[in-house]
Structures are given as C-alpha cells and as structure tokens.
C-alpha cells in the first residue's frame, strides 16, 4: 500500500474540488490505451486495496498537503495564532503573508488562506473519491463496505468541519455532485449549481452520525477513526452550534463507554508533559490524531506543520532541539495566565496581567540578562507548556533566551515546549528536509481531556454546574501531581535535577494548584472556569480562537488582548484592531472566486 498511499499523497490539488478521479485516470483513444507512466489503471483502483489504498491517501491529507505548512489540522495559525495563544514569532520579514494574519489585516488575495481551502477541500475529494469507488466495488463483504464508508464520511465531516469553522459559508460538495469546474479539467468537468448559500453544518451531522453507527469499536491500526472518535466529533458539531442537550447525549456516551482505536479505555494520561511524547502517541487520551512518522527520510509524513516552531538556530551539537526556526512564539497572556491564587486557582477576574509579577520590558525580559518572571504561584502546566529562560526545557539544557528567540523584541521571549522534540527522541525525528525539526510525534485533533471540557461547558449550559466542576477538578487533578512538576537544574552542574539537603527535589517555580472545592451555584462563573480551563489546558493546540467566536465573546476578548501585547512588543502588534463583524472568518480566496466565478462562491463580509 506504500507506493500507493505517496502516489495519492503527492496528488496535486487543483481548486475547489480535486483528486485523481476515475474520469481523469480511465484510458482515452488518444492515449491508444496505454496508461500514462506514473498513473493508476481504472482496473488497480476499483478494487478493495485500491479503495483502501485511497482511503490512507485521504488520511494523509489531515496534516495538509506536502510542503503546504498551513493547510493541515493543526491550525497553529488559524486557531492559536489569531486566538491570542502565540504569535507568529521569528521576524517582521520572515513568512511575511503570515503577518496580516494575525493583525487581522488578512485580504482574498493571502496565499495563506488559500493553503487552508485548497488542502481542505483535497481532503474532501479524497473522502468522496472513496465512497465513488466503492460504490462501484462488487462482492465485498457488507461489514468491510459500511466501514470503509463510514472512515471516509468520518474524514469528509472533519475536513469540512475545519472549512465551516474558518470559512463559514462553504460548497457542499460529495461523491454525487455534480462538480464544479476545475482549473486543470474545465472540459470534462461540468460547471453544476453548487454554491456556498447553504449552511453546511446538518451534512457534517449526517457523516458523523453514519461514522457513529457504522465504525468498529477499534480498528486495525491506531491512527484509524473509530466509533467513538466519530461520537466526540459529532458531539463536538453539536457544541458548535449550541445544542447541548445533544451534545451532553453523545459525550456521556464517550465518556462512559469510549475506548481508543487500539482498544484502550479513554482517560486522562497521568503525566501532562509526557502526553505529548513521541513515546506516549496513542495513549488513552488520544481520542483521533495525525499520525507522524519520523526517521522515514519522507517529510509529507512528519508533523511538518509545527517544525517552524521549534527554538531558533540551536542544533543537536549544542544539546538544543533544533536548528531551526523560531515561529509560533507563546505569547505575554498566554504565559501569564498560568498565574494562580494562593489556593492554585486560576485568575480569572484577568488580574493574572497586573500586580506583582507582571512582566515589564525595563526588567529584562526582552534583554540577553539574566532574568526569573513569576516567583508568585504558577499552575506547573505552564513550564509544560512554554518554553521560559532560565528553565529546563524538556531533557535539553536550561533555556538560554536570548539565543533561542530569533528577535525578543519583534515577537517576546517565549518558545513553544509541547511539540517540540526531546533529547531522548531526537533521533525519531525526519532531518530529509531542511531541517531536523520533522517531529515524529503525533498530534491529536481531539483529546480525552478535551472531550471532559466540551462536557462540562454543556453541563454548564444545561444549568448541571456540579456536573461540570466535576469533569474541570478530573483535568486540573491530573495536573497537580508533583511527580509531573519541572525540576530546577543543579546550579553546580546543570545537567542534573536539583535536590535540596534532605535530598528531595527542588520544583523549577512556585507551582501552587488546586481543585474547585466549593459548590458552584452561580452559572456566569462556572462558564468563566470551564472557558478558561480550556485555555491553560488546551494552549497551543489550535482552538482558541474558534473557542471565542462560537461563545461570541471574541469581540471583548481579542481587542484586550491586542492592546495588552502592544504594551509589550509595540513594534510588533501597535495599529492591530479586530472587527468581530468581519474577522471571525477568512475571506473565501479571491483565486477560488476567479475560477468558479461570483455565482457559485459570494465573499464573507
């Protein structure tokens, strides 16, 4: 299946709708029969490993297209970046399309933007390239047939799932449309009636629900989607729209009863840190992830999308992660957010940015001196999380700052920790391409401990509050565990943790948390504890920002945090404004208006 899964991998994408299609690979007269060399007989494709060979093709394409950097799952720039979780990092002139992004300034023409929809809508033509050609399959068994099927809708519901949450308004385009035209094939493809006027979210219910109904309880392989990676997804589609009731309906059910696709029950993995090892993929918190391969010298199969972010020009030879390149720097909010009360609870009256240890540029914070933000209390998830100077990173040497930050003053003095790569695991990674930054670790799309938050914000919504601060304390529990807890380097000799005279080890800061102990009886509160739980949980893992638009509090949430980072890096952020009327969704791409014309696709506000 290998050849076949690079063939589809490498696949391009055309415009609003692409694959090899049956139409396209089939032989011509004037071709006199013969298949062009590199292409798939019409007879290799409509067979079971065929099928199955376009399904993994359709896999692929959740980490976008080869050397599209921002077109997969990840969405580090669609939903952390413009969420308020990072900033672009590295420099003004460095992937300078990137940089209206996150002001807000983005315009139809970014050839950004449309990375996100061309990738998306591949993977969309490649789930319906599936379910055509097994309609076309004769004498395979029913149970094989429904599970191919329902992986493929599964694929299709989440690549259009990211096209409503980033473009709203989007074609509905399946196995039976008749297709627009396309770039490449305007002849053969009939120009049809599909426009983006309908709202696409009860098809995206429809391919959860048969996905639901139709998939195995496991699969043969981990990274497959399962029964209950398609109930989370779908409960997720619920929350989405603010159906709670249904969505409670279907996370109870996953909750209770879901297992991994390698059978494992779902639950919380007891270390936070090392849950994103490459050691810990599949664990029985990943509920659907991409899978990465590393050491495969084939970068389309590594965790491309996130190999920019990990710490600038350092290298192997000096005990550093990488040597490259410095994006999706963490930013000052994000960093203080961890703050706590003296009880290990969050701040969540936003006093987290004033007071005490608040971070100010005159204490040498964006300076090569030595500098120890934080001596208040910390939530320990933070030094998880983010990168700080002066703090081990990982199994690395300490973080020197200055020399793993690109330029302090353009995007702050942050690195981001959770998908870089360890030490330990340095040799997993994939250093074919021009940088060994190619992470061999998974990323999951949807988590356990996500799932437990989906629940408890619809808990909340349903008026259950102890509910809900029952599935918060089960997340914040899971990070108060001291074993977890970054331990500071012996100053004698920073390679080794450091006791202190009765030989117990000494945590790298003051990190104080606590559960919810008292009832919550005041619904406003307990939807700010679950909103922020999400954030220090979740920081980093592309959601922040589809978070604040679907609870419409974006307009309040993202100016304030413009004019807080403007306060810290002016050169980076002053003039940025946010205009919820227009910026809670990308503009359709103008090339995809050019090709399909202004009847089929209207442009967002």
Not at 101 to 124: A, H, L
Not at 262 to 280: C, E, H, I, R, S
């Amino acid at each position: 299946m290998k050849n076949l899964t690079n063939i589809l991998k490498k696949a391009v994408p055309l415009t609003l709708v692409v694959s090899i299609t049956v139409g396209v690979i089939a032989c011509k007269d004037e071709f006199l029969d013969v298949p062009a060399t590199g292409q798939l007989t019409e007879s290799q494709i409509i067979t079971l490993p065929g099928v199955e060979g376009q399904l993994i093709g359709t896999y692929a394409v959740l980490d976008g297209i080869s050397e599209d950097w921002h077109g997969g799952a990840v969405n580090w720039l669609w939903g952390s970046m413009r969420g308020g979780d990072a900033n672009k990092g590295t420099n003004a002139g460095d992937f300078s399309t990137m940089n209206p992004i996150e002001r807000f300034e983005v315009d139809p023409t970014n050839g950004e933007v449309n990375q996100k929809w061309s990738d998306t809508y591949e993977g969309v033509a490649r789930a319906n390239q599936v379910l055509f050609t097994l309609s076309q399959l004769e004498d395979i068994p029913d149970e094989t047939k429904n599970r191919i099927a329902a992986e493929a809708r599964f694929l299709r519901g989440h690549f259009y799932f990211e096209l409503r949450k980033n473009f709203k308004m989007v074609p509905w385009v399946d196995e039976t449309s008749n297709l627009p035209a396309t770039e490449v094939d305007k002849e053969t493809t009939a120009k049809g009636d599909i426009k983006n006027d309908t709202d696409v979210w009860p098809k995206i219910e429809e391919d959860f629900k048969y996905a639901f109904d139709n998939l195995p309880e496991t699969q043969s392989a981990a990274g497959r989607a399962n029964k209950w990676a398609a109930g989370a997804y779908l409960g997720k589609a619920y929350l989405y729209q603010g159906k709670f009731v249904e969505a409670k309906t279907m996370f109870d059910d996953v909750i209770a009863n879901g297992v991994t696709a390698n059978g494992q029950k779902y639950g919380l993995f007891p270390d936070f840190g090392a849950l994103f090892m490459v050691a810990n993929d599949n664990s029985m918190e990943s509920v659907f992830a991409f899978q990465a391969t590393g050491g495969a010298q084939n970068v389309s199969n590594s965790l491309h999308e996130l190999a920019m972010a990990m710490p600038y020009n350092t290298a192997a030879g000096q005990a550093a992660p990488s040597d490259c390149c410095g994006f999706f720097q963490p930013s000052f909010d994000m960093a203080a957010s961890y703050r706590t009360t003296a009880q290990g609870l969050p701040l969540l009256d936003g006093s987290y940015r004033t007071g005490a240890n608040e971070l100010k540029t005159d204490q040498g914070v964006l300076s090569n001196a030595a500098f120890q933000p934080d001596q208040g209390p910390l939530d320990p998830r933070l030094d998880r999380t983010i990168g700080r100077r002066g703090l081990p990173f990982l199994d690395w040497d300490v973080h020197p700052g200055y020399s793993w930050v690109r330029d302090q003053n353009y995007a702050g003095p942050y690195t981001p920790m959770k998908f870089s790569i360890r030490k330990s695991e340095y040799g997993t990674r994939d250093a074919s391409g021009w940088t060994p930054g190619y992470a061999a670790n998974n990323y999951m799309i949807i988590r356990f401990a996500d799932v437990l938050l989906m629940a408890a914000e619809t808990e909340v919504e349903i008026g259950s509050l102890e509910k809900a601060r029952e599935y918060v304390n089960l997340v914040r529990a899971r990070a108060a565990a001291p074993e977890t807890f970054v331990i500071a380097r012996d100053p004698a000799d920073q390679s080794k943790d450091f006791k202190d005279a009765d030989g117990n080890f000494v945590p790298a800061a003051n990190y104080v948390i606590g559960t919810y102990t008292m009832p919550w009886t005041d619904q406003a509160t307990a939807r700010d504890a679950v909103r922020f739980e999400r954030k220090l949980e979740l920081a980093l893992e592309g959601h922040r920002f589809f978070d604040l638009v679907r609870w419409g509090i974006d307009k309040d949430v993202i100016p304030s945090y413009l004019a807080y980072e403007t306060s810290k890096i002016s050169s980076h952020f002053s003039g940025a404004s946010y205009d919820a009327s227009k910026d809670q969704y990308l503009p359709i791409p103008q090339r995809q208006i050019d090709l399909q014309g202004s009847d089929v696709l209207v442009q967002n506000p």
